[in-house]
């Protein structure tokens, strides 16, 4: 699986928001751009993507900035992957054959990438983020 920038930094921004969800007030897009390395006019093309697809909504003026639209609990790793990407594609042979060879191949890598996709839309961003919470409390600094 190939995971573009794009598409990282979306979710990205859907976990830095699924953490901030219910506090009330909007994340600016400086403040990821800046936690993450990622050029904040890119970020704000991902997020009117987001905005678009209905996953997170914006707050305009000096305490504004974007938050999520749906409980992080709505929303899986594989939604905002597929509105970031498009749609998935089914995998076809790059040769020009036909053979048995080929076709059972492809039969297999298409399991394979449905398995992936069940898997992703089955990942929500609240679980995400309980995740990013146990890994910040096993660490240990000296």
């Not at 930094?9 to 699924?18: K, N, P, Q, R, V």
């Not at 995998?91 to 039969?107: E, F, K, N, P, Y």
């Amino acid at each position: 699986m190939r995971i573009s920038a794009k598409t990282e930094y979306a979710c990205i921004a859907m976990l830095e928001l699924t953490v901030a969800y219910g506090a009330g007030e909007p994340v600016r897009i400086r403040n990821i751009a800046e936690a993450h390395g990622i050029p904040s006019r890119f970020l704000v093309q991902i997020l009117l993507q987001l905005k678009g697809a209905g996953y997170v909504m914006s707050t305009r003026g000096a305490s504004g900035g974007y938050q999520l639209a749906k409980p992080p609990d709505e929303v899986t790793l594989g939604e905002v992957m597929q509105v970031i990407d498009g749609q998935d594609e089914v995998i076809r042979s790059s040769t020009s054959g036909d053979s048995a060879s080929a076709r059972v191949l492809v039969a297999a890598w298409n399991e394979v990438a449905e398995t992936e996709r069940e898997m992703l839309h089955a990942l929500t961003f609240s679980e995400l983020a309980s995740r990013q919470r146990k890994t910040a409390e096993n660490m240990y600094y000296i």
